[in-house]
């Protein structure tokens, strides 16, 4: 099994910034076959919507939303995925998931969520 750990989620006003981190933890035969890694959110109402993933090699996917506002990255190295919120709206607001998984498509696995709150 792997186990994902979010953390940074918080309160911010418009405009400002917030990074969220995963620590992905488990046995090293399956972390080390970890591939895509990444960040959904679901807003009170709404369906849980991509947000940003990143493979293995570093290929990137962003929601329209947040592209060049939002930026993922990874440490391999540390199971690690991050992503730097800037410029950060209201409609932001959300509870962000990290997921993991074996394909860059599919994920097996993921956190129990931390909460963003944008306030205008």
């Known amino acids: 099994q792997v186990q994902l750990m979010e953390s940074g989620g918080g309160l911010v006003q418009a405009g400002g910034s917030l990074t969220l981190s995963c620590v992905a933890s488990?046995?090293?035969?399956?972390?080390?076959?970890?591939?895509?890694m990444g960040w959904y959110r679901q807003a009170p109402g709404k369906q849980r919507e991509l947000v940003a993933v990143?493979?293995?090699?570093?290929?990137?996917n962003y929601a329209d939303s947040v592209k060049g506002r939002f930026t993922i990255s990874r440490d391999n190295f540390k199971n690690t995925v991050y992503l730097q919120m800037n410029s950060l709206k209201p409609e932001d607001t959300a509870v962000y998931y990290c997921?993991?998984?074996?394909?860059?498509?599919?994920?097996?696995?993921w956190g129990q969520g931390t909460q963003v709150t944008v306030s205008s």
């Open positions: 997921g993991a998984g074996y394909s860059s498509v599919s994920y097996n696995y």
């Open positions: 488990g046995s090293s035969f399956r972390l080390n076959r970890l591939n895509g």
């Open positions: 990143i493979t293995t090699d570093g290929s990137t």
